[in-house]
């Protein structure tokens, strides 16, 4: 055989070793219920009908249910990234890789009418319920640490942004935003989750404390305790950017004897934790915060002092446990989950205060909101 | 099903080929007519019966014409009977909704109501190759086909069914009947393929993600700059996109046996706007100067009527591409440069230094994707004055973020799309070329599948046409 067919023939075997290797490997590796880097469920093999046959459900799910199953998958991802990487690419999945593995979400102009819809609804409540409304936006971490980003990453600037919201907003606004900018350099977000850090919401307690007009406690009061140091966040799933450092979460808030914590994440009373500790086996450890996503949560401080409401989504988790000492009872709602009536709710259990407390990309994108402008 | 999918990579061609070269030779074309169903079939089972409706149609009157050859006006209905037919079914699955939408705008027929009709993938293809069937044979250019599964194998064949190449009967009658397999065709189809892939899934879908950026950019912040970057990125995309599918439709018919024509021949090379359109979409370019250019007299009869043939045959190829009036103008677009540089710009161009007509065609050729690319009016009309300075400002730092991002990426794309890559591979002695290739063949197998297994990126250009 000459040279040239024997090149032409390792060509041929190469290519079908392939694609039958793998065929073979595919059918004979068991499937995967669940992706831990990808922190989702993965498709499972469709049930075949002829009904989905020609509906073409069958077809769309079977590829996905493939792919998702494929030999090593999560060595694959990892083999892509890394090529990007090696491409000088610095996002992915509209996901930044910033200085020091930090990965930042790119904020994309938001919606008028979606702005406009919000935040009338949040002025409308102000002006309506009579009691004292506060209102604060948190930026997030792609606008504090904006000199993380790459060179001239764009991401819609959100100081403007919450300048415009709190012109009209009609509550007694918070600045959040110089309170985080003032102490930057710290470890006040996570690197690879959305969300800030204990840390991060202290310094907004403090904001909310001077507009409230109570006496925040001192930082160095607090006994900080790190409980995990394998954090991967939001971010990192949904960037697909790997090779990052995992977050360490830190609790600075202790529990104590005399806290009641009622949660109604299943839509009915169960008694709740301020930290749940099994969370911290899981992927979303940030969970852990008084147990992650629900409608309602209703807090007996054993302190003396107002009763406090606060319409929030999950940036609040963190910053909660600090408010304990100056509130005798605090309510959270998070309208996403709670569609009952606001002011009914505050009329019934005695309210005095009310925060709105919402980090700024999700306050300008949340469909939910409009429900505070109802009667 | 795509080719550039988990789904056919690692099922459907393994099995396919084990099937075709495991059946006895007079098997093969029921198992070929089979598998290529199962292809077309697979994401919309129902349109099955369009692809066997087809077969049985044009076989039926590829028949008649054999029978009727005697009597040359009888003959010339049923030709005419099968391109109505056919221009038929894609006019009814392509374009009804169009007409419907415009002529609801007109007062007297507002009650008009769109259809719905979802587009059967790849009928504009094969309606234009059924055919061209009828047509050659008519032309005594090929035999009649007598065994329907042969013929079914020509109307259904899997490699060029949804993209093309399109294959003219003539060109692939004989195989039909026979064709050659050997150990050195198949690993020039693996070549093929590889290459076809890497264009596809390296390049095309990476560098579609920047035009992604800009095709949804708001007015106010497109800048001169910005508009230029974003069509390049699209004008390099389609190119990849097409080119790498038409790359793994000759890999996968040398594969099994068959021999297609070429599609594209570095079309970005180009001097003049003319030789463009002999470079890109070739089988295209071939099949509407055979069956519409020179039947309606081509350059023959006199000045005047060849620029109207120019005209007609490229507004109907702008009009192909899409059922919308911004494909139509497309053509249009061509037909006026290509008349201009037959009036007089061609012996110009010629003439001019190399740079100048490279630039000029390349110019022109991405204002030209600009039309092609954004299917509402306005917004086209916005994005090209924003190209002609006429957006919001020259530059801004996003253009610069995106520019840097995608250097590396536009420098190899650059160069991929001349023909150095292959001159370099050539001039390697040859062992080292034989380590060469199977060592890119793996590299691109390995890294082509992770981006595939990572597929929440994998749209198909071509798939609406």
Not at chain 2, 260 to 271: A, Q, R, T, V
């Given at each position: 055989?000459?040279?040239?067919?024997?090149?032409?023939?390792?060509?041929?075997?190469?290519?079908?070793?392939?694609?039958?290797?793998?065929?073979?490997?595919?059918?004979?590796?068991?499937?995967?219920?669940?992706?831990?880097?990808?922190?989702?469920?993965?498709?499972?093999?469709?049930?075949?009908?002829?009904?989905?046959?020609?509906?073409?459900?069958?077809?769309?799910?079977?590829?996905?249910?493939?792919?998702?199953?494929?030999?090593?998958?999560?060595?694959?991802i990892g083999l892509k990234s890394f090529s990007e990487l090696a491409l000088q690419k610095k996002e992915n999945n509209?996901v930044y890789l910033?200085?020091?593995?930090?990965?930042?979400?790119?904020?994309?102009?938001?919606?008028?009418?979606?702005?406009?819809?919000?935040?009338?609804?949040?002025?409308?409540?102000?002006?309506?319920?009579?009691?004292?409304?506060?209102?604060?936006?948190?930026?997030?971490?792609?606008?504090?640490?904006?000199?993380?980003?790459?060179?001239?990453?764009?991401?819609?600037?959100?100081?403007?942004?919450?300048?415009?919201?709190?012109?009209?907003?009609?509550?007694?606004?918070?600045?959040?935003?110089?309170?985080?900018?003032?102490?930057?350099?710290?470890?006040?977000?996570?690197?690879?989750?959305?969300?800030?850090?204990?840390?991060?919401?202290?310094?907004?307690?403090?904001?909310?404390?001077?507009?409230?007009?109570?006496?925040?406690?001192?930082?160095?009061?607090?006994?900080?305790?790190?409980?995990?140091?394998?954090?991967?966040?939001?971010?990192?799933?949904?960037s697909g950017i790997r090779n990052?450092?995992?977050?360490?979460?830190?609790?600075?808030?202790?529990?104590?004897?005399?806290?009641?914590?009622?949660?109604?994440?299943?839509?009915?009373?169960?008694?709740?934790?301020?930290?749940?500790?099994?969370?911290?086996?899981?992927?979303?450890?940030?969970?852990?915060?008084?147990?992650?996503?629900?409608?309602?949560?209703?807090?007996?401080?054993?302190?003396?002092?107002?009763?406090?409401?606060?319409?929030?989504?999950?940036?609040?988790?963190?910053?909660?446990?600090?408010?304990?000492?100056?509130?005798?009872?605090?309510?959270?709602?998070?309208?996403?989950?709670?569609?009952?009536?606001?002011?009914?709710?505050?009329?019934?259990?005695?309210?005095?205060?009310?925060?709105?407390?919402?980090?700024?990309?999700?306050?300008?994108?949340?469909?939910?909101?409009?429900?505070?402008?109802?009667? | 099903?795509?080719?550039?999918?988990?789904?056919?990579?690692?099922?459907?061609?393994?099995?396919?080929?084990?099937?075709?070269?495991?059946?006895?030779?007079?098997?093969?074309?029921?198992?070929?007519?089979?598998?290529?169903?199962?292809?077309?079939?697979?994401?919309?089972?129902?349109?099955?019966?369009?692809?066997?409706?087809?077969?049985?149609?044009?076989?039926?009157?590829?028949?008649?014409?054999?029978?009727?050859?005697?009597?040359?006006?009888?003959?010339?209905?049923?030709?005419?009977?099968?391109?109505?037919?056919?221009?038929?079914?894609?006019?009814?699955?392509?374009?009804?909704?169009?007409?419907?939408?415009?002529?609801?705008?007109?007062?007297?027929?507002?009650?008009?109501?769109?259809?719905?009709?979802?587009?059967?993938?790849?009928?504009?293809?094969?309606?234009?190759?059924?055919?061209?069937?009828?047509?050659?044979?008519?032309?005594?250019?090929?035999?009649?086909?007598?065994?329907?599964?042969?013929?079914?194998?020509?109307?259904?064949?899997?490699?060029?069914?949804?993209?093309?190449?399109?294959?003219?009967?003539?060109?692939?009658?004989?195989?039909?009947?026979?064709?050659?397999?050997?150990?050195?065709?198949?690993?020039?189809?693996?070549?093929?393929?590889?290459?076809?892939?890497?264009?596809?899934?390296l390049?095309?879908n990476n560098?579609?993600m920047?035009?992604?950026?800009?095709?949804?950019?708001?007015?106010?912040?497109?800048?001169?700059?910005?508009?230029?970057?974003?069509?390049?990125?699209?004008?390099?995309?389609?190119?990849?996109?097409?080119?790498?599918?038409?790359?793994?439709?000759?890999?996968?018919?040398?594969?099994?046996?068959?021999?297609?024509?070429?599609?594209?021949?570095?079309?970005?090379?180009?001097?003049?706007?003319?030789?463009?359109?002999?470079?890109?979409?070739?089988?295209?370019?071939?099949?509407?100067?055979?069956?519409?250019?020179?039947?309606?007299?081509?350059?023959?009869?006199?000045?005047?009527?060849?620029?109207?043939?120019?005209?007609?045959?490229?507004?109907?190829?702008?009009?192909?591409?899409?059922?919308?009036?911004?494909?139509?103008?497309?053509?249009?677009?061509?037909?006026?440069?290509?008349?201009?540089?037959?009036?007089?710009?061609?012996?110009?161009?010629?003439?001019?230094?190399?740079?100048?007509?490279?630039?000029?065609?390349?110019?022109?050729?991405?204002?030209?994707?600009?039309?092609?690319?954004?299917?509402?009016?306005?917004?086209?009309?916005?994005?090209?004055?924003?190209?002609?300075?006429?957006?919001?400002?020259?530059?801004?730092?996003?253009?610069?973020?995106?520019?840097?991002g995608y250097?590396p990426s536009?420098?190899?794309?650059?160069?991929?799309?001349?023909?150095?890559?292959?001159?370099?591979?050539?001039?390697?002695?040859?062992?080292?070329?034989?380590?060469?290739?199977?060592?890119?063949?793996?590299?691109?197998?390995?890294i082509?599948?992770a981006y595939?297994?990572d597929?929440?990126y994998?749209?198909?250009?071509?798939?609406?046409?």
């Amino acid at each position: 055989m000459s040279k040239q067919k024997i090149s032409n023939l390792i060509q041929v075997i190469l290519f079908l070793a392939f694609i039958g290797g793998f065929f073979v490997i595919n059918l004979i590796t068991p499937d995967r219920a669940f992706s831990e880097k990808e922190n989702r469920m993965l498709e499972q093999a469709p049930r075949f009908s002829f009904d989905s046959l020609f509906s073409g459900k069958f077809t769309s799910t079977f590829e996905t249910y493939i792919t998702d199953q494929f030999a090593g998958r999560d060595k694959w991802i990892g083999l892509k990234s890394f090529s990007e990487l090696a491409l000088q690419k610095k996002e992915n999945n509209g996901v930044y890789l910033g200085e020091g593995g930090t990965l930042l979400t790119r904020l994309d102009r938001p919606d008028e009418n979606r702005l406009e819809t919000n935040i009338s609804a949040v002025k409308k409540f102000a002006g309506d319920i009579g009691i004292p409304v506060y209102f604060s936006l948190i930026p997030s971490s792609t606008e504090i640490w904006a000199d993380k980003l790459p060179k001239n990453a764009p991401s819609y600037g959100q100081l403007e942004l919450i300048e415009d919201l709190y012109s009209g907003s009609g509550a007694v606004n918070i600045d959040t935003y110089s309170a985080l900018y003032g102490h930057k350099d710290e470890y006040i977000y996570f690197r690879t989750d959305h969300h800030w850090t204990p840390l991060g919401a202290y310094y907004g307690y403090r904001a909310l404390a001077e507009a409230m007009g109570f006496e925040p406690r001192p930082l160095e009061s607090f006994t900080p305790a790190t409980v995990s140091e394998d954090f991967f966040g939001t971010t990192y799933s949904s960037s697909g950017i790997r090779n990052v450092k995992p977050d360490t979460i830190v609790t600075f808030v202790e529990d104590y004897e005399g806290l009641t914590i009622t949660n109604y994440t299943t839509g009915s009373a169960e008694e709740g934790v301020l930290y749940d500790y099994s969370k911290l086996e899981t992927k979303d450890k940030y969970s852990m915060f008084l147990g992650g996503n629900t409608p309602l949560i209703q807090i007996k401080t054993g302190h003396e002092g107002p009763k406090l409401l606060i319409l929030r989504d999950s940036y609040a988790d963190v910053l909660i446990p600090f408010l304990f000492e100056h509130f005798s009872e605090i309510h959270a709602v998070d309208l996403r989950y709670n569609k009952s009536s606001i002011k009914d709710y505050i009329a019934e259990n005695g309210i005095d205060e009310v925060v709105i407390s919402y980090g700024v990309t999700n306050f300008v994108s949340d469909a939910n909101i409009f429900l505070l402008g109802r009667q | 099903m795509v080719f550039s999918s988990i789904l056919f990579m690692f099922i459907y061609l393994p099995v396919v080929l084990a099937l075709y070269y495991l059946s006895p030779l007079k098997w093969r074309c029921i198992v070929l007519f089979v598998v290529n169903l199962i292809f077309y079939g697979w994401g919309e089972p129902i349109y099955v019966s369009l692809m066997i409706f087809s077969t049985v149609v044009d076989y039926v009157h590829g028949m008649l014409v054999e029978k009727y050859r005697a009597n040359d006006r009888l003959a010339r209905k049923i030709v005419l009977s099968s391109v109505l037919i056919n221009l038929g079914l894609l006019f009814f699955f392509k374009y009804i909704d169009f007409f419907i939408a415009n002529l609801a705008l007109i007062q007297a027929f507002s009650s008009l109501k769109p259809l719905g009709v979802s587009l059967p993938i790849g009928i504009s293809f094969y309606t234009f190759q059924t055919m061209s069937y009828t047509i050659d044979v008519y032309r005594n250019d090929a035999p009649v086909q007598k065994n329907i599964l042969k013929f079914g194998d020509y109307v259904s064949l899997f490699p060029q069914l949804i993209a093309g190449p399109i294959v003219r009967y003539k060109d692939v009658a004989e195989q039909l009947n026979e064709r050659e397999h050997s150990v050195e065709k198949f690993a020039s189809g693996v070549r093929r393929f590889i290459v076809g892939l890497a264009k596809k899934v390296l390049l095309a879908n990476n560098i579609g993600m920047l035009w992604d950026v800009y095709k949804v950019m708001p007015a106010e912040e497109l800048t001169t700059l910005g508009a230029w970057l974003g069509i390049i990125a699209f004008s390099f995309q389609i190119y990849f996109d097409f080119s790498g599918y038409s790359d793994m439709a000759i890999g996968l018919g040398r594969m099994i046996g068959f021999e297609f024509l070429e599609n594209f021949n570095y079309p970005y090379i180009s001097k003049s706007i003319t030789e463009f359109w002999r470079r890109w979409h070739i089988s295209l370019g071939t099949w509407f100067r055979e069956y519409v250019y020179i039947p309606l007299g081509g350059n023959r009869k006199g000045t005047l009527r060849t620029f109207l043939n120019i005209f007609i045959v490229w507004a109907i190829t702008g009009f192909w591409h899409g059922a919308s009036w911004n494909y139509l103008l497309w053509g249009i677009y061509y037909a006026i440069l290509l008349m201009i540089e037959k009036a007089f710009l061609l012996d110009w161009l010629k003439k001019a230094p190399a740079i100048v007509s490279h630039l000029y065609t390349l110019v022109l050729v991405v204002i030209g994707w600009a039309l092609f690319a954004i299917e509402d009016l306005g917004s086209c009309i916005t994005y090209i004055s924003a190209m002609l300075g006429g957006g919001a400002g020259f530059t801004n730092s996003t253009v610069s973020y995106y520019f840097m991002g995608y250097l590396p990426s536009l420098i190899i794309m650059a160069f991929a799309s001349t023909p150095l890559g292959v001159k370099l591979l050539n001039r390697l002695p040859v062992k080292s070329r034989q380590i060469a290739i199977p060592v890119l063949i793996a590299f691109t197998l390995l890294i082509s599948t992770a981006y595939l297994v990572d597929a929440t990126y994998n749209p198909f250009l071509y798939f609406r046409f």
